[in-house]
């Protein structure tokens, strides 16, 4: 069965550093998108990306994170200055998009820590 | 504000004694209710999709229910494998690509 996935696993940052966040998403889906859950708290919506561009964006989504899907497989999130507070679990979801309205599917998840 | 809202946080059930969890939401034009699965440090996993009032959906020892104003997951003679955290998420019209908003999950657990 085709799943979401995401490298790494666990990324340690120090603060200011820049981190890239990558993802898999299932293969024939259209709509991608990029939440985290800071430890404890609820999974938060952070972008969403269709036709090689941003659709919709959080207010936590500001100038220090970015969005790409370089090739046709690959979907990744750089913060460029991390932060202490950016500490979280950051999921990865597509969804196909192409007949009516469809759930979304997540990957397992990088734990990112900054120091 | 649009919110989701689940209850309880947390549940004790001892195996083979049925319960509810439930999601209440207060979104504008609610596109689609979902409950997803998660383990301790994993991805959330899907489950169900409910899109209006009046629709169920099962699968093995769940059952998912939904109202105008709230969802129901009703777990029948659960098992020590169905200890998870289960989410409840919404999808409204308006929004540009259905993003989803998360309430704050019941965690389960299953004792043997």
């Known amino acids: 069965e085709p799943e979401v996935t995401q490298t790494p696993s666990h990324q340690v940052t120090q603060m200011g550093q820049e981190v890239i966040l990558r993802c898999v998403p299932i293969s024939n889906h259209l709509y991608f998108y990029w939440y985290r859950q800071i430890l404890g708290q609820k999974v938060e919506f952070l972008v969403s990306f269709y036709n090689n561009e941003i659709s919709e964006k959080s207010e936590i989504f500001d100038d220090q994170f970015s969005v790409e899907r370089p090739d046709g497989s690959n979907f990744t999130l750089k913060i460029r200055s991390t932060k202490l507070e950016d500490s979280a679990m950051y999921f990865c979801?597509?969804?196909?998009?192409?007949?009516?309205?469809?759930?979304?599917?997540f990957g397992p998840g990088t734990r990112l820590t900054v120091l | 504000e649009d919110q989701v809202t689940q209850s309880p946080e947390a549940l004790r059930l001892q195996e083979g004694e049925s319960s509810s969890l439930n999601c209440s939401y207060t979104v504008s034009g609610l596109r689609g209710l979902f409950w997803y699965r998660q383990d301790p440090g994993k991805g959330p996993e899907f489950l169900f999709t409910?899109?209006?009032a009046g629709e169920e959906k099962e699968k093995e020892r769940l059952k998912a229910t939904l109202t105008k104003k709230e969802s129901f997951l009703h777990i029948t003679a659960p098992k020590p494998e169905d200890s998870a955290t289960y989410l409840c998420a919404v999808a409204y019209y308006g929004g540009a690509t259905n993003k989803l908003i998360f309430g704050t999950g019941t965690l389960l657990a299953v004792q043997p």
């Open positions: 979801a597509s969804r196909k998009g192409t007949s009516g309205f469809n759930e979304q599917f």
């Open positions: 409910l899109y209006s």
